[in-house]
């Protein structure tokens, strides 16, 4: 194999680095029935072992994902950071499947010579993906003796024929597609540390407001996390430096993650991309170049400093697409220090705050939902970001005790040794369950006020109604209705959660979106917590994300005027001391938001919370 060929496939640079694997052939038994739900069988031997995959369809993510939406990111001449959408406009990606019993998740596709083409993962080993055309040429045809035989083959045919004989219009199919490389995935040494997995943040800078919600506001049965993916430069180069490969794997890659989360299910949780953010140049991911390390570990990056300035990045900048979770992906090697300027002890695989999820610290401009994931280009990072987004989510390592700041159940009636997904020590098929409490802990959170940002469904684009309750009343009578104060914010972000000052705190809280119908912009109303056009033909789609965008300057004076015109409108302000401190931080907040999701990434959940413990994953 060709160097490239190598990247490509193993994601290594030298054949010395290749893992184990094994060229194989599939073949495959496709079901359709009255329901005209697909469910494929696919047979294949690998390792010694004869592996029977019965996969169906994840029609709810594909749903999710089915308008996401990729903008590449880079630096101009002058320095200035620029979004745009691809040149190439990638049509049949794939259809992603799962098997929960052998948890395989499979983005699948018909090639160019229209034979069956898989990738994904199967169980937490093992990688499959299509035998490049090349490589096929200089195959020369063979026979497994370990493939299923015809006459097997034929037999099951015959049993699944005679044990649904009522349903006449129930037809079966059996092919012999492509052949794929299966290979097995290498894990990074494992070790852990209990002195350095977390960081404490001032608990001064947050307020003892409980996180419980009223008793009126019930957990929803199904909490739909919208993660906004970034993806670094070195990842791009990874996947073939092209938006077409960088999305099919990462669309296969968050599959995988939604199979972990499938096996939770009261509430319910299921991951969706929110968008995608494909850095083309270094610069275009400035937290993580200005946490590498100094030749020659230039491959590094420092994760706690690299997670506080992506968070703080994340906080100014208004031009991507609305989130609920922020999530990076690296191909370098993330590091830890002990303290400020010591050693970077590499091993860390993952970086997340305990419980961000939804949270925007607004007196330290900072995101707090955020996570940086090192990922291989193999699959690798999978488990890593379901660890992570756990994390965020609420839930703390196995074994140890809940952060202060959360409360709950904590974990310590868990052993760290018993191996379930919050733990780093998965060497069994307990590392694809999540812990009795890990579970109790996503209750905990999820019924937490903080939480609500996650309580709604990644709307299509629906066509409004003509008469909406928000027209009724403004987002100021609404505020007055609710805490007899005013709205903090009158744009895009009231329709995921409207923003009330509360007089006790000094602080915007939230505890529900602005009515539907709700003003929020010009020309706009809120439905189904997205931004539209109030004209009911015309649905505004990432129109503010151009090649050209208002320059600084332009955009501080914007922001000046909103800031007087909040004040004038406002009847309840903050004390003297603290309406200065609150006027300074709300020039940065102003956004223009795509109208796409219904939640806003940056500060649509700003909330004074207690201080946030950052959890790091070694794998």
Not at 32 to 44: A, F, G, L, W, Y
Not at 374 to 389: K, L, M, Q, R, T
Not at 597 to 604: E, M
């Amino acid at each position: 194999m060709s160097p490239e060929e190598l990247q490509r496939i193993f994601q290594v640079n030298s054949p010395d680095q290749v893992p184990e694997y094994q060229v194989v052939q599939l073949r495959s038994i496709s079901k359709r029935d009255t329901s005209s739900e697909d469910v494929k069988q696919i047979h294949v031997a690998a390792f010694g072992k004869k592996l029977q995959l019965n996969l169906r369809k994840n029609s709810d993510f594909e749903e999710r994902v089915g308008n996401m939406k990729v903008l590449m990111a880079e630096t101009t001449r002058q320095g200035q950071l620029k979004y745009h959408e691809p040149k190439e406009n990638p049509t049949d990606l794939g259809t992603t499947y799962h098997d929960e019993k052998q948890m395989a998740a499979i983005l699948m596709k018909n090639g160019d010579n229209g034979k069956l083409e898989m990738e994904g993962t199967i169980g937490n080993e093992l990688v499959i993906q299509p035998l490049p055309p090349k490589l096929i040429a200089n195959e020369e045809e063979f026979v497994d003796d370990e493939m299923f035989l015809d006459e097997d083959e034929a037999e099951e045919l015959k049993r699944m024929n005679s044990t649904h004989p009522q349903k006449s219009n129930t037809t079966y199919s059996k092919s012999q597609n492509g052949k794929h490389i299966i290979y097995k995935k290498k894990f990074p040494q494992v070790f852990k540390d209990n002195h350095s997995d977390y960081l404490s943040i001032d608990p001064e800078e947050f307020s003892n407001r409980t996180l419980r919600r009223s008793k009126r506001q019930a957990t929803p049965d199904t909490v739909w996390p919208e993660v906004l993916l970034v993806v670094d430069y070195e990842s791009y180069i990874l996947h073939g430096g092209n938006s077409r490969d960088v999305k099919r794997y990462f669309i296969s890659f968050f599959n995988g993650v939604d199979l972990r989360y499938k096996l939770l299910h009261h509430p319910r949780v299921r991951i969706s991309l929110a968008g995608m953010i494909v850095a083309k140049d270094r610069d275009a991911t400035p937290y993580l170049e200005r946490n590498r390390l100094r030749p020659p570990n230039a491959d590094a990056v420092d994760a706690a400093g690299a997670l506080t300035d992506m968070g703080k990045y994340l906080y100014r900048e208004h031009r991507l697409p609305t989130y609920d979770l922020a999530v990076v992906i690296t191909k370098l090697d993330m590091c830890r220090r002990r303290f400020p300027g010591g050693r970077c002890n590499r091993g860390t695989a993952g970086f997340a705050y305990v419980g961000g999820a939804c949270v925007v610290n607004k007196r330290l401009e900072k995101v707090n939902s955020v996570a940086i994931i090192e990922d291989s280009g193999g699959f690798s990072g999978i488990i890593v970001a379901a660890h992570e987004i756990g994390h965020l989510l609420g839930c703390v390592h196995d074994g140890s005790p809940p952060p202060s700041y959360l409360g709950g159940p904590g974990a310590t009636h868990c052993p760290w040794e018993d191996g379930f997904i919050m733990s780093d020590l998965r060497h069994t098929e307990r590392g694809f369950k999540w812990s009795s409490c890990s579970v109790d802990q996503f209750k905990h959170f999820l019924n937490g006020e903080t939480a609500t940002c996650l309580f709604n469904f990644p709307h299509e684009n629906d066509l409004l109604v003509r008469v909406l309750p928000g027209t009724m009343l403004s987002l100021d009578e609404q505020c007055k209705r609710d805490r007899g104060t005013t709205a903090c914010f009158k744009d895009a972000r009231v329709c995921a959660q409207l923003f009330c000052f509360d007089t006790a705190s000094g602080y915007c809280v939230s505890y529900r979106p602005a009515a539907e119908g709700s003003v929020c912009g010009d020309g706009q109303v809120c439905k189904n917590g997205r931004c539209l056009a109030e004209i009911e033909n015309i649905i505004p789609d990432y129109s503010h994300v151009t090649e050209t965008y208002v320059e600084a300057e332009e955009r501080m004076d914007r922001s000046h005027e909103e800031e007087i015109s909040d004040k004038s409108q406002a009847t309840t302000l903050p004390p003297p001391s603290r309406r200065a401190r609150m006027n300074r931080m709300r020039r940065p907040m102003r956004r223009q938001t795509r109208n796409v999701s219904a939640k806003q990434g940056r500060n649509s959940r700003i909330i004074k919370v207690k201080p946030i413990r950052v959890e790091e994953h070694k794998d």
